[in-house]
């Protein structure tokens, strides 16, 4: 799929067929998703790839908005390592990127996705270190949850804002 068609028809997919997800595709999935960039190229993501329906349900409860990893037969949790961190602060901006390159990837392979936000909400960041065993310096941002869509999308309606497009000064 082309980038800019890609980038204009992804939507957020939140039912799913209850069909796995290969694990060769949610390794390639996140392997193109590292391709982002980073501040200093300093990479600093953990990823948790996870396809266990008991974990998937632990990570429902933490958020009244994740719903969708109830009935999604993967996730990917996005994780800022700080450890890994030259320039400190950029880790959300560089793990965003790297969500984002993981949605259209998906999307690009006819399959579909939604962002459920954990960082910078205290008691989901401490609900999902607790489910999946992160240590302190780990810090998880996003929960992508993925699939085959049961459902047709709509496109989305239209998003370009002239008003909020400012040249060269305010
Ligand atoms: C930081 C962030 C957090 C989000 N959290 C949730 C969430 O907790 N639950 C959910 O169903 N969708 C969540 N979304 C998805 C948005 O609701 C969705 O992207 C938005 O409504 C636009 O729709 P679209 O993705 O179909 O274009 C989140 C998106 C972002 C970027």
Known sequence: MEAIVAIRTRRSVRAFEPVPVPREVLSELVGVAMYAPSAGNQQPWQLVLIDDRQTLDNLSRINPYGGAAKVAPAGVMICGDTSHERF?????????????????????KGLGAVWTGVYPLDERVRGARVVLGLPEHVIPMALVLLGTP?????????????????????
């Not at 400190?88 to 690009?108: E, K, M, R, Y």
């Not at 459902?151 to 060269?168: C, F, G, L, M, S």
């Open 88 to 108: 400190p602060g950029f880790w959300v901006q560089d793990c965003s990127a790297l969500t984002q390159n993981l949605l259209l990837a998906i999307h690009s």
């Open 150 to 170: 049961s459902r047709k999308t709509q496109e989305a309606e239209d998003r370009v804002r002239p008003d909020r497009i400012h040249w060269n000064h305010w």
